[in-house]
Nanobody, 119 residues
Framework: QVQLVESGGGLVQTGGSLRLSCAASGSIFSIGPMAWYRQGPGKPRELVAR???????NYADSVKGRFTISSDNAKNTVYLQMTSVKPEDTAVYYC?????????????WGQGTQVAVSS
C-alpha cells in the first residue's frame, strides 16, 4: 500500500515559481533518499534533484541555482521549489524514493505531475 502522491504541478509563466510536493503514505518503516525526475516531450527521463538529508543534495546542471529540493521527515514528504522557470522545464515530473516496508526495500515512483512553462 505504499504510495507516492504528488501535487503542485500546473501552468506557470517563464520566470515564475512553482512548488511540487510528494508525500509517501502506507505502511512505511523508513524512507531513504528521495528524488525528482522529469521527462519532457520526446526526451528521456532525467534526474532533476536528489536529497539524502538536508546536508546532502545534488542537482542536474540544468536546474542548479534555480531549483531547491527539501524534505520534511515528519511528513514523509519531499518538495521541489522551482524558481526562474524556463520553457525547457516543461515536463512530467516524477517523485522517486527508496522505501522500506513489509515488502522490503524498494524503489517507488509517483504517478507524475505535469509542469508546463509558457513563454
Amino acid at each position: 500500500q505504499v504510495q507516492l502522491v504528488e501535487s503542485g504541478g500546473g501552468l506557470v509563466q517563464t520566470g515564475g515559481s512553482l512548488r511540487l510536493s510528494c508525500a509517501a503514505s502506507g505502511s512505511i518503516f523508513s524512507i531513504g533518499p528521495m528524488a525528482w525526475y522529469r521527462q519532457g516531450p520526446g526526451k528521456p527521463r532525467e534526474l532533476v534533484a536528489r536529497i539524502r538529508s538536508s546536508l546532502s543534495t545534488n542537482y542536474a546542471d540544468s536546474v542548479k541555482g534555480r531549483f531547491t529540493i527539501s524534505s520534511d521527515n515528519a511528513k514523509n514528504t519531499v518538495y521541489l521549489q522551482m524558481t526562474s522557470v524556463k520553457p525547457e522545464d516543461t515536463a512530467v515530473y516524477y517523485c522517486n524514493a527508496l522505501i522500506s516496508s513489509a515488502s522490503g526495500l524498494n524503489n517507488f515512483w509517483g504517478q507524475g505531475t505535469q509542469v508546463a512553462v509558457s513563454s
